[in-house]
């Protein structure tokens, strides 16, 4: 750690405390500063000092040359607008906003790979600190105003976590949320950012400002299984759309649904999203979810199973690199399956969603003898609680009728009435 002189260092470490002999560990008071300037003293000299100070008091508390830090690595030494003192088993920063405190272990190899005090976190706003449910450790650091933290358990390694995606997590409770520990640092992908933890995914996308939480965890009771409802005693229907011809109705059946507050679950084929490729951005940014109907559309009960296992994952890839993320949904071209193809796609990671009610409006107006009346209809004779309802996107071949976006909006109206709310897929998993 630098010397002084004595009468010099003297002065400054009164200047640095204010006149007092407590200590502090932030930087020195304006009027400390400007006695300082009065008396020539350089005030780059008191901020060194006070942080030098604060260093070693903090160093102190934690047990000195008996803590998990071991002794001093050479002298102080000036980063970022701030100090820093290296211990043979980690490092106390400093700097006037956030006074002084230690990283350690793998959570300051991580922080180093970022750059440091110097990279987007910033100085340390705390000492490394156990999580509460008592399984890693936690820093959070000043960057982004504060909201940015590394977090490590044993299972996972340390991970960055900040911005708006930290705050989701924030919001759903940390570690001891359904998500648990961070797997990966912040990344970007098509049109925003991902972090990726332990049971699922938090998605940022740009043009929206919204996140978008994945839960990747199948619940034992659904394995093995293609759901037709969701398993809740509550009156919550789960609208959801297939898209594998073309988009006709898309643009209506988003307007309705924002105006209306209602989320879907649509299921893309791979050669649709690479056909319509803004398409999808549009579904995810209206806040909707997305889940995987396959590469190209064949009846997965004449595929081996190398061919499904190839299916799923081409899908799976086209839609990630088009911003947005399937998993664990997944629904069979044309409803065909079998106990295989349902446990291949257990082992893909997706739980096969079927449906309580399909509205048949795919088929089209039948030579004029259904209207969006039909659609309606068919939806309220199975409403029950955790209804799936399946819709479709584009046109009829024959008649170019979009009857599911035309009847949408008086579904909507009718199991409102009927006392029903709506929710996506993800209430399937618990």
Do not use: C
């Amino acid at each position: 750690m630098r010397r002084y002189r004595p009468a010099v260092l003297g002065m400054a470490l009164a200047l640095a405390l204010g006149g007092g002999l407590g200590g502090t560990a932030l930087g020195p008071s304006a009027a400390a500063a400007a006695e300082a300037a009065q008396r020539s003293v350089p005030a780059s000299m008191v901020v060194e000092q006070a942080g030098d100070d604060a260093i070693v008091q903090h160093y102190e508390q934690l047990g000195g040359t008996a803590s998990f830090l071991g002794g001093p690595v050479g002298s102080a030494y000036d980063i970022a607008g701030g100090r820093a003192q290296e211990y043979a088993r980690g490092t106390i920063y400093w700097s006037p906003g956030t006074g002084a405190h230690e990283l350690h272990g793998e959570i300051r190899r991580n922080y180093l790979t970022l750059n440091g005090p110097a990279g987007f976190l910033g100085f340390p706003l705390t000492d490394e600190t156990a999580t509460p449910d008592g399984v890693g450790r936690y820093n959070h650091f000043s960057g982004m105003d504060g909201g940015s933290s590394i977090y490590w358990s044993p299972a996972t390694g340390a991970h960055e976590v900040y911005g708006a995606i930290r705050a989701q997590w924030a919001v759903l409770g940390w570690e001891r949320s359904r998500l648990g520990y961070p797997t990966s640092g912040e990344y970007s992908i098509t049109g925003g950012r991902r972090n990726d933890f332990q049971h699922g995914s938090i998605l940022w996308h740009a043009a929206s400002g919204r996140t978008e939480v994945i839960y990747t965890s199948i619940p034992p009771a659904i394995m093995g299984v293609d759901l037709e409802r969701i398993p809740t005693t509550q009156k919550v229907v789960a609208l959801t759309f297939d898209a594998g011809a073309n988009d006709a109705g898309l643009r209506s059946i988003l307007a309705t649904l924002t105006a209306n507050g209602v989320p879907g679950t649509f299921f893309l084929t791979g050669n649709w999203v690479n056909q319509f490729p803004s398409d999808s951005a549009l579904i995810y940014n209206s806040g909707n979810r997305i889940g995987n109907h396959s590469m190209s559309h064949p009846d997965f009960t004449t595929l081996t199973d190398a061919q499904i296992a190839a299916e799923i994952s081409s899908a799976q890839r086209t839609i990630e690199a088009a911003g947005g993320d399937p998993v664990p949904f997944f629904r069979f071209p044309f409803g065909a399956r079998n106990s295989r193809t349902i446990a291949d796609a257990n082992a893909a990671g997706y739980v096969p969603i079927r449906w309580t009610v399909d509205t048949l409006g795919w088929q089209g107006t039948m030579n004029g003898t259904r209207g969006p009346g039909f659609i309606v209809q068919r939806v309220l004779a199975s409403a029950q609680p955790g209804e799936i309802v399946l819709m479709h996107l584009g046109s009829n071949p024959d008649d170019g009728s979009a009857l599911d976006a035309e009847a949408l909006p008086e579904v909507i109206s009718q199991l409102r009435a009927a006392g029903y709310g709506f929710v996506t897929l993800d209430a399937a998993l618990g």
